[in-house]
């Protein structure tokens, strides 16, 4: 059953204020940003509709069907409250189940702040023409002393006012807006307004306070809960009317939906996706890739939102410390194996990480608060040895990003590496069985680094590998330079090989180095040597010849791959 109520905008911030409107845990936190709240509060002052809000009602003295948070008023990116629980509860309280980003702006923009700033309104816009001025500022001296009249014929001057303090004095005014008018026309009465400014604020006062303050303009359908059922059938209901409702308005993700069931069974859901596994989003595992993580965990690689249950939830719960120290235990193994810097700065594909802790939470074997150090003597660690040779070749040969020969590397190279290393729990990482999954599929794979096909290898793995540090793509630079090989017939195959590349500051390619022979450019250089070993260029300054450009990538390409062999074998 539900019930349809029109209320008053000014209403439903007394409900937020007093509690009686809360956030289920369930709801994520704020995504909105300035622009779109304040497009919100446009179209309020418009008199066009923003859509109802969906809530869910929960009675006093009853168990609360879910944890709870209240609205954040002055919200700072990511602040975070979580929701708490209680035994009894105290009062009759509604769940916004849809509508949670228009009534927190609200509630920030008529009483609070984001990020530091308050919401101002422009009392001099052009209300007759419906444009209506509002902007987020720490002080109205950041806003604009002009801006265009509408029909664009010259400028017009403003008056910024803070949208909580009109909204202050109209609530202790009665809405009494012609009150308000007056005083904010004493108090800036050394503007010395025209009739016409002075008809503006008026007006535009008036439909701020009718908007805001009188008009029954929000329209609140409250869903009952179903007493005669459990509290984890109504809460099941609760979030399929949540993921139905959220077909539009800001979308979330299916794993935000996932997360979202996972929290209505436990609030401790909550800290967990958003606070314990914060120390992993430098290597790019964020909430999206835990509840994959949690799901592998379980040697499930593909879990739909309808086949979660509540042994997700406790499996967390029950392992949750288990499955932080796993993690703790892939960034120890990055850092050991030097790796940790691609990992956090080219943001490549997470799913080695996946299976790094993956093999580290199945070692039981290894106790829970030993496994975050389980990399701390590498070179007595036989399965440090295996994961490093798995990754590195998996990297080099575009593994994790290969599509083709039926092979998608997030659906079908989890699913049967995921296959292999079940049976390998508590033993030694299964690199070679995985090897064969590779061959055997068949993927265009070899376990040795091979010279043939050097331009067929990941070129940003490749790059770090070499240099070990990020790059920019403009950075990437022609050894032997393009234009002079394109005149000497070279096809533009053999000059954008991986063997004529390096990186280059783009200022210089583009400034010193543009269109100078090799060898000119490295004997004008104060440090010849230091140049050579970096870019890995051969010290025989026949080959910086372009005539000798063939000779050059022959032993370019040995230099090359006699670096990435080292990198293997460290």
């Known amino acids: 059953m539900a019930n349809w109520e029109d209320l008053r905008i000014m209403d439903v911030i007394e409900k937020i204020q007093k509690e009686e409107i809360v956030l289920p845990v369930i709801q994520r936190e704020l995504v909105w940003d300035e622009e779109k709240m304040v497009l919100l509060f446009d179209t309020v002052l418009r008199g066009d509709s923003f859509g109802a809000i969906m809530t869910l009602k929960d009675w006093r003295g009853k168990e609360p069907l879910f944890e709870y948070r209240p609205f954040i008023k002055d919200y700072t990116k990511g602040a975070f409250i979580f929701s708490t629980k209680s035994e009894k509860l105290s009062k009759d309280i509604s769940y916004v189940i849809d509508g949670q980003q228009r009534l927190s702006a609200f509630y920030i923009g008529l009483t609070g702040s984001y ?15 419906e444009d209506f001025y509002l902007d987020f500022a720490v002080s109205s001296n950041n806003l604009k002393k002009q801006v265009d009249i509408s029909d664009g014929n010259g400028k017009r001057r403003t008056l910024w006012y803070k949208v909580k303090d009109l909204f202050s004095q109209l609530k202790k005014a009665g809405g009494q807006y012609k009150f308000v008018v007056n005083q904010i026309l004493y108090q800036y009465k050394d503007n010395n307004f025209t009739d016409e400014e002075k008809e503006r604020i008026r007006e535009n006062v008036d439909i701020f306070n009718t908007q805001f303050l009188n008009s029954k303009n929000l329209g609140i359908c409250e869903v009952m809960i179903n007493f005669e059922k459990d509290i984890y059938w109504n809460r099941r209901k609760a979030v399929e009317l949540f993921r139905r409702l959220n077909q539009g308005g800001t979308r979330l993700s299916a794993l935000d939906l996932m997360a979202s069931i996972l929290k209505s069974f ?111 003597d590498v070179e007595k660690n036989i399965d440090y040895k295996l994961m490093y040779r798995w990754v590195y070749l998996s ?58 096909r050097l331009d067929d290898y990941d070129f940003d793995f490749l790059m770090y590998v070499i240099y070990g540090k990020k790059f920019r793509k403009e950075d990437v630079d022609h050894i032997h330079p393009y234009s002079i090989l394109k005149a000497k017939g070279y096809d533009p195959d053999k000059i954008n090989t991986v063997a004529n590349y390096q990186l280059l500051d783009y200022g210089i390619n583009r400034g010193d180095k543009n269109n100078k022979e090799l060898k000119e450019w490295i004997n004008s250089l104060p440090n010849k040597e230091d140049y050579l070993k970096r870019h890995l260029i051969p010290n025989n300054s026949d080959l910086w010849v372009s005539d000798n450009y063939e000779r050059f990538l022959e032993e370019r390409k040995k230099l090359v791959i006699k670096k990435l062999w080292e990198k293997l074998n460290i």
Not at 270 to 281: G, P, R, T, V
């Open 395 to 452: 990297l080099l040969q575009k593994i994790f990003r290969r599509r083709g020969a039926g092979w998608i590397a997030y659906k079908t190279g989890i699913r049967k590496i995921l296959e292999v290393l079940k049976n390998y729990k508590d033993k030694e990482f299964p690199t070679n069985e995985i090897f064969k999954v590779y061959i055997d599929h068949p993927l265009h794979f070899k376990e040795e680094i091979d010279e043939n």
């Open 266 to 376: 436990s609030a401790e859901n909550e800290k967990f996706l958003y606070e314990d596994i914060k120390e992993f989003s430098d290597i790019g595992l964020g909430q999206d890739e835990i509840i994959k993580y949690v799901f592998l965990l379980q040697d499930n690689h593909r879990k739909e939102i309808t086949d979660i249950e509540k042994s997700d939830s406790d499996f967390i719960q029950s392992n949750k410390d288990r499955i932080i120290n796993s993690l703790r235990g892939v960034k120890q193994f990055l850092k050991a194996s030097g790796l940790y810097d691609f990992f956090a700065e080219q943001k490549p594909s997470v799913i080695p990480l996946y299976f790094i802790g993956y093999h580290l939470f199945h070692k039981k074997s290894v106790k829970t608060e030993d496994i975050k150090d389980y990399f701390r």
């Open 115 to 129: 990020n530091g700033k308050e919401l101002y309104f422009d009392l001099l816009s052009e209300w007759d023409k």
